[in-house]
């Protein structure tokens, strides 16, 4: 039974408008990340917490919002979606201990058009 | 600021023979390393963590530690087609995030 899962798995988006990908986890884990990966880059954070009401930037927060309104819950906001955010989305949660391990959810290929 | 690298960006290895992936680092301090695998366009499923210099072991999958050299590696025994995939190194840094390199792609041929 997947204890990370995304939705939607695929996106088509217009140029300018509103994306919001979900996140649900049922590790009871505090910490919850959401990365991007695209060829030549690996995978880069965007947004982070530490349980829920909390969000954190990552390295590359520019033109996305995140919300954790819940411990299972944690979305990612794209406001005006650009083409330059057509990529390949991953959640992972976090129990957030020293020795933390991130477990993946499968993933959202987003195309922005 | 931590940057990570891995070597080589592809590897081709017969069924049975040893793969060995590695991957380098550029800040010493850190203590916690993990192997990921990916098959292709699906999620990360973690292989080893290791969070002291040496070796940690997992079934097939052994990690080695070097923080003087600034070097990781994964050693994969006996590996399968059924292990074809792109493999990634990421080291945590503080606040429990993770920095991950490019990747190795893994072709087991039969």
């Known amino acids: 039974e997947a204890a990370v899962t995304q939705s939607p798995r695929n996106k088509v988006a217009v140029t300018g408008g509103k994306v919001t990908l979900s996140c649900n986890q049922t590790?009871?884990?505090?910490?919850m990340y959401w990365y991007r990966q695209d060829t030549g880059h690996g995978l880069r954070l965007i947004h982070y917490?530490?349980?829920?009401?909390?969000?954190e930037k990552g390295d590359i927060p520019d033109g996305y919002k995140a919300s954790r309104p819940s411990q299972e819950n944690f979305s990612l906001i794209l406001e005006l979606a650009t083409p330059s955010q057509t990529s390949v989305y991953f959640c992972?949660?976090?129990?957030?201990?020293?020795?933390?391990?991130?477990?993946f959810g499968p993933g959202t290929r987003l195309l922005v058009l | 600021q931590q940057k990570v690298q891995q070597s080589p960006e592809s590897l081709t290895v017969s069924e049975g023979a040893m793969a060995s992936l590695n991957c380098t680092f550029s800040?010493?301090?850190?203590?916690?390393f993990r192997w990921y695998r990916q098959h292709s366009a699906k999620g990360l499923e973690v292989l080893v963590s290791?969070?002291s210099d040496g070796e940690k072991e997992e079934g097939r999958f052994t990690a080695h530690l070097n923080r003087a050299n600034l070097h990781v590696s994964l050693h994969i025994r006996e590996p399968q087609p059924s292990d074809s995939a792109v493999y990634l190194c990421?080291?945590?840094?503080?606040?429990?995030?993770?920095?991950w390199g490019s990747g190795t792609k893994l072709i087991i041929k039969p």
């Open positions: 992972a949660s976090g129990d957030g201990h020293t020795q933390d391990t991130q477990y």
């Open positions: 590790n009871n884990h505090n910490n």
């Open positions: 917490s530490y349980g829920a009401g909390s969000t």
């Open positions: 800040d010493g301090t850190s203590n916690n």
């Open positions: 290791i969070f």
């Open positions: 990421a080291v945590m840094r503080s606040n429990y995030q993770l920095i």
